[in-house]
């Protein structure tokens, strides 16, 4: 049986969350869903939160005003899965405290997004 895969971007708290776990206990052992974090420690809080809950995932660091972020995520899960199955874009864009305010470009995202199998990403 080949494991289904899903990543959701924007995952630390809300809908994002929410959603992110409903894949997980929906999917089971049936696969692997990833979520996403721009710090570390939201990441970990994240983990041990939905760990006690009984909820399996796994997390990335992903974060829109980094421009290489997007390739870096498409290319880990190519790397590791060949692509995935489902792609949920929650995640917003905050600039870094004292940075310009650039922006990602939308040529990036959508090349981490075609890479990802999304061929018509929904902005939430």
Request: proline fraction near 3%.
């Amino acid at each position: 049986m080949t494991l289904k895969i899903g990543i959701v971007l924007g995952a630390t708290r809300g809908i994002g969350r929410a959603l992110g776990e409903a894949l997980a206990r929906r999917w089971g052992d049936a696969g692997i869903v990833y979520l996403t974090a721009r710090r570390q420690s939201d990441a970990e809080a994240m983990l041990a939160e939905l760990g006690t809950r009984g909820v399996c995932v796994q997390s990335l660091l992903f974060d829109l005003a980094d421009n290489q972020a997007p390739s870096r995520v498409a290319e880990l899960l190519r790397e590791r899965h060949g692509g995935v199955d489902v792609v949920v874009q929650n995640a917003a864009y905050m600039p870094r405290v004292g940075e310009s305010i650039a922006r990602p470009s939308r040529a990036s995202v959508e090349a981490m997004l075609s890479v990802l199998g999304a061929r018509r990403p929904l902005a939430i």
